[in-house]
């Protein structure tokens, strides 16, 4: 089964349940007689930990949303201009995490997960508040939207405080349809729920509906104590066949993080059709029966496999998918009592077969299990590292180095200066992207590109300079890197020697005349300019690059690979970066390691 297609997003973590879990006897929100239920809901969610949170906040168009504020516990943080939040230590329970998400000209939006252990990562799309009708107090009417959902009003309509409003109501809706793979982003929580008698259920949804109501000034509003509402949400057509007659509605209690059974709707053609007595996010779904699960991903040599997708099938309920953190562990609710298909894949640019299938279950307890990875000659492990440091040259002690390969983005948290993001990727495709953010300094690093090698990539040291436009840096005998920022000249130009074809050459110098210097000549290869070249002696007659004696360097004794990625146009970059053995003019031998990012001047 190929799973969803989550590349375009910064990475999930939680195994969220669309189709959950056990059904209940009947589609009420009964119990099972030898279920022990307890005192208060809160009960299940277990004892209180301190957990990492990395998220990203999106808007319907898949684009970075900032300035949202989040909140965890009494944690709070603002998005950045990458959408991207982090808190640390944040309070949560060892079976239940609530993140809010809240912005001006946005309804309120949350995740909910099972925290845990490492970093856990979300990802929130965020909705417009976009009106679809004014109504005024004192009148019925009734609202419709694309696709036929609507509500209807009685006139009578109360402000926060509880004192009666009159005036214009602006109607802000939106339509959740569980065939939409974006669906899981949108919804708040996750699909958890207290059922009528006080007992934690997982929810298969069939179609929610998101209504908030606004003031003329921009105040929330809800219905009158004793008013009820008419909603109708329809039923996708793939749907209709496990839509019961009559189904229990749940909506979203944005205090608590999680759904609550309240009411009924019932089957008319192809809408379910319900009364509410108050408005936020509303869902019809089948009750059911779960646990938590963990699932850990290694290799056969017990590394962690992170940015892995792990779904879990129920040949009842479909399939459920999530992401592997830093540690190979995945997270969520799935349904108990029944055998289920755990596969893992790697990305959807490297195919839709697993790489791992296991039957496992059924399980009657929350569980963990950890399951190894066996090699694949299609799938190449590979492991980033390096150093992000502020512009300063101090150690970055809250931020996020971003790695972007294909259309996959992989985001590692950075806070002692180090990085390292594990992931796989195809035989065909060996370059990559990478970002810093320093999430205190608000500065941050270009993108710059880099070519894999495997297994082990060490990019060096990047900076986070937002007001540099081109560096050089390079590192001696892994000794403190050397960082040029100005004075620096990039040419391509053509040269003819002993009356041979011209040859397309590459030129990069800067600082000639200071210690810390850097001259590079390289002769390109006129079919593809891009790829990797070997170091050669001083010669514009053979393919390759050369060092010219800044730094120091014997012009035999070398061997430096070099991987051009990128060689723009004038006045766009040229990416270069490099790696390996050379001996000084008095033969000591050296190791050389830099990243070239400049601007091309012709």
Partial sequence: MKPIKLFRLLIIVLLICNFSC???????????????????????????????????????????????????????????SNGIFIIRDANVNERFGY???????????????????????????????????????????????????????????????????????????????????????????????????????????????????????????????????????????????????????????????????????????????????HFSFWNCDIPAEAITLCVTATTDDNIPLANMTVSITSMTFGTTYGYTNENGEVCGYVPSNESLILDVYSYDICGDSPLYT???????????????????PDIIQETVVGTFNTCDGNAVTDGYVQLTYGDQTFTSVVNDGVFEINMFRCEADNTFIIKGSDYINLEITDSISYTFTTPITDIGTIAACNEVTEFIQYTIDGEDSIFIFENITATRYAVSTNGAPLSQILSIYANTNNPDCFNLYGTLNDLNYLGTYNSIDPSYETLGFFINGCPDMSYSNHSIVFNLTALGEAYEYIDLNFSGSYEDLNGNPHTINGIVHVLRDN
């Fill in 99 to 277: 993140v809010k998400a809240e912005k001006a000209g946005y309804i309120h939006a949350s995740r909910s997960v099972v925290p845990s252990n490492g970093t856990n990562k979300i990802t929130i799309m965020m909705l417009e508040e976009t009106v679809v009708g004014t109504v005024s107090s004192g009148s019925p009417s009734t609202v419709t939207i694309d696709g036929g959902s609507s509500v209807s009003f009685d006139g009578n309509f109360i402000k926060e405080d509880g004192s009666a409003y009159e005036g214009s109501v602006d109607v802000i809706m939106h339509h959740l349809d569980p065939t939409d793979e974006d669906m899981s982003m949108q919804m708040p929580g996750m699909l958890y729920a207290e059922n009528e008698n006080g007992a934690e259920r997982m929810l298969q949804t069939l179609g929610m509906l998101a209504v908030e109501l606004r003031g003329s000034g921009g105040e929330d509003l809800n219905l009158a104590e004793g008013s009820t509402s008419e909603i109708k949400i329809p039923v996708d057509v793939s749907l209709m066949n496990i839509a019961p007659a009559t189904i229990p509605l749940w909506y979203f209690d944005e205090t608590t993080g999680y759904w609550k059974e309240e009411g009924v709707a019932t089957l008319q053609g192809n809408m379910y059709v319900g009364t509410v007595s």
């Fill in 22 to 80: 056990q059904k209940d006897d009947g589609l009420s929100g009964n119990n099972n007689p030898q279920e022990n239920i307890p005192d208060t809901f809160s009960e299940y969610f277990g004892n209180e930990i301190s957990r990492d949170f990395l998220g990203t906040v999106i808007d319907k168009n898949h684009n970075p949303i900032e300035g949202v504020t989040i909140t965890i516990g009494n944690e709070t943080a603002l998005t950045d």
């Fill in 358 to 376: 296991e039957t496992v279950g059924p399980f009657t307890v929350d569980s963990s299990l950890t399951v190894i990875v066996p090699d694949n």
